[in-house]
């Protein structure tokens, strides 16, 4: 919200702020896979595991009830015998299925013997709306990957992977070969033939450097300063400043955020507020000004109420396994705490290992080494933390969010039939997994609690550094340059992209840990690099031999994230509050058919004043269901499952938000 000034400073605005996005666009190619990836993990989470357990007995290949097959989407889009498609993916008001499942009519209930519960048909509901997204061709059938480690299920022809101990994700860093990242990119353009961009104008570097490390565009005063300053080591003393600088921690902070699902509030219909959320969010941003190794701040958030120095902080941290959607209504009360065990599972393993683990509940891994049985096997180390919503500790300033355990006496795990929670069958113990070498825990348990999480956080930071430290490299390398050298940074499995240089990853992931695992170290490297530094311009002979720019002959055109385009707006108007950061966070004034379109109409938004609401865009209050415009219209983050690339989309809403919003008037 801005103060009222006259028309020409409103109109000097607007052109401004058009100017500073439309100079901020990228290119659109990790649009399409963000979605993708979105719709397959939802699919996974909750669709698989219901057609499994509820709708494969009978429509298969092998018992073909009604003529339906429900194993593929092909099947689903074909229908029976009635002749209708089971589904209409994008209008699941038509869709056969949900009828059904609905007992609407008296002659079509499915399934017959009990109705789903309400959130289990939601869940189908989204997914049909989504589009329907499907793991593969749309003749691919789920059920052949449906294979249980229990000994009573018949095995079908799908099972995970045999281990592989070439595959490059998961060997150990090879010993440093180049003396520094551009030898090793130069390189490889002197093997393309492809010759890189000259370096970018002063200008466009120190706006670069603004944008990327603390979010903010520099004043004009700065620029000029910068333009002027021929000392050998100006740029340096820059960037050093930069990351000096508390939005150093607010940019960064953000980014995290998207990767561990933040949100303050539950989801669902009531979407009721997470209370003591905000701390987490300052825990994260205060990390990253103070450059926590990163080791350390891995291990604070799996296990920081385990270890014996982490105080207060490391109890924080701990609220990152809180963070995810809660049913407080669950039909299920039983499926609903294994569902919240397998969301702490599925964050951890895709946030710092970069592996779907997830898609083991119910059947062994279809791309990856990962049988059913070990994900139980992980799955133990999470096993005796109480469901949320209890886990509120007592810290010096108040209570906090945390983690807690029943004791310190793990609980038993079993694997569950095809991930139904109501079937346990054969006991497992906690283990690592065998594609990262395997291995019993040695856990130091407390009063409090098993040790167990503790000793996996410890067996990541170290037996697992090596993934570890490429997954993480790969994340910052991902927000310099707008795609990372595996660009899908949640997925380093055979489902997702190999590395278009695997030899950079490993150079960057050796340097985090030989740097102290210290984050303001990469960047420093990063972006004293002539790679960083390149000017954007295209290069027609270039173009033709690399048009994805995969191997760094220039630097990448990209749009600011919604957040940024925010608070650039705010500082160039002279109205960013840079006070009262932390705390609850501020709540954005909504119009009223935004707040009548809520969950709960009128219910769980707060007001703040024009002081308030002018602070960085972190800082707003985050509830699932109810996105503030500005940031929905901009492609802001999925807080239901993790995010390691925002969709980018271009659409004609945005020039009009720009022009006419109640934000920019």
């Given amino acids: 919200m801005f103060v009222r000034k006259s028309n020409w400073t409103v109109l000097s605005v607007i052109y401004a702020c058009t100017v500073l996005v439309s100079l901020c666009f990228a290119f659109l190619d990790s649009s399409v896979s963000a979605a993708d990836a979105k719709g397959i993990s939802f699919f996974e989470q909750h669709i698989r595991p219901l057609l499994i357990d509820q709708c494969l007995e009978c429509h298969t290949s092998e018992k073909l009830k009604g003529g339906l097959r429900l194993d593929t989407l092909q099947g689903m889009l074909e229908g029976g015998d009635s002749g209708r498609a089971a589904i209409t993916p994008g209008d699941p008001k038509t869709s056969l299925m949900i009828k059904a499942v609905q007992y609407s009519n008296a002659e079509l209930q499915m399934p017959p013997k009990n109705k789903l519960g309400k959130r289990t048909i939601e869940h189908l509901r989204e997914w049909i709306a989504m589009g329907a997204p499907w793991p593969g061709e749309s003749s691919h059938s789920i059920d052949t990957t449906a294979r249980s480690q229990d000994g009573e299920e018949a095995s079908k022809e799908g099972h995970a992977p045999e281990i592989k101990q070439d595959y490059w994700a998961f060997q150990p860093l090879p010993d440093q070969h180049f003396a520094s990242l551009d030898e090793v990119i130069e390189s490889r353009l002197s093997e393309k033939q492809l010759t890189p961009n000259p370096e970018a104008s002063r200008r466009t570097l120190i706006r670069r450097a603004y944008f990327g490390l603390i979010g903010l565009p520099p004043t004009h005063a700065e620029v000029e300063s910068f333009e002027a300053d021929q000392r050998p080591d100006a740029f340096e003393q820059r960037v050093d400043h930069l990351l000096s600088m508390p939005g150093y921690g607010e940019r960064w902070g953000r980014h995290w955020l998207d990767v561990v699902r933040f949100a303050q509030s539950n989801g669902y219909e009531r979407d009721d507020e997470k209370q003591e959320a905000w701390r987490y969010r300052d825990y994260v941003i205060k990390s990253f000004n103070e450059d926590k190794p990163y080791d350390q701040f891995m291990q604070e958030q799996l296990a920081g109420d385990e270890m014996p120095h982490a105080g207060d902080e490391g109890i924080v941290a701990t609220g990152f396994y809180r963070l995810g959607v809660y049913d407080d209504e669950p039909d299920d009360k039983r499926a609903a705490e294994f569902d919240g065990l397998d969301d702490m599972l599925r964050t951890s393993s895709e946030t710092f290992l970069g592996v779907t683990a997830g898609c083991a509940r119910c059947h062994d891994h279809m791309f990856d080494p990962i049988p059913q049985k070990e994900y139980y096997e992980m799955l133990s180390f999470f096993r005796s933390a109480k469901p949320y919503p ?72 170290s037996d697992a550094s090596s993934l570890a430290a490429r997954v993480m490299a790969n994340r910052v390398w991902h927000y310099h340059f707008g795609k990372g050298i595996v660009t899908t940074p949640n997925d380093f499995g055979r489902a997702g992209e190999p590395p278009s240089d695997i030899r950079l990853l490993n150079w960057l992931a050796r340097e985090l840990i030989q740097g102290g695992w210290s984050i303001k170290h990469l960047h420093r490297v990063i972006m004293q690099s002539k790679a960083w530094k390149r000017s954007s311009t295209s290069n027609p002979a270039n173009e033709t031999t690399d048009p994805d720019n995969r191997f760094l002959w220039r630097q990448n055109l990209r749009r600011l994230e919604a957040e940024t385009i925010r608070d650039a707006m705010l500082k160039v108007t002279g109205n960013l509050n840079r006070g009262g950061r932390g705390g609850r966070g501020f709540f954005p004034a909504l119009n009223g058919e935004v707040v009548a379109g809520g969950s709960r109409p009128g219910r769980g938004w707060g007001w703040s004043s024009e002081q308030e609401q002018n602070q960085r865009s972190i800082y707003a209050f985050v509830k699932r269901t109810m996105v503030y415009p500005f940031f929905e219209i901009f492609d802001y983050t999925n807080t239901e499952s993790p995010l390691g690339v925002r969709p980018t989309t271009t659409v004609a809403p945005q020039a009009l938000l720009l022009l006419n919003g109640e934000f920019v008037n």
Avoid: C, Y
């Avoid at 300033?397 to 039939?417: Q, S, W, Y």
């Fill in 390 to 461: 209890d886990g509120f500790l007592e810290i010096a300033d108040g209570k906090a969010m945390a983690i807690t355990e029943h004791g310190p006496d793990p609980l038993d795990t079993f694997i569950m039939v095809r991930g139904n929670a109501g079937r346990p069958s054969t006991k497992v113990e906690p283990r690592f997994p065998t594609f990262l070498g395997g291995g019993k825990p040695s856990p130091v348990p407390t009063e409090q609690s098993t040790g167990l999480r503790r000793s996996f956080a410890k067996w990541i930071s």
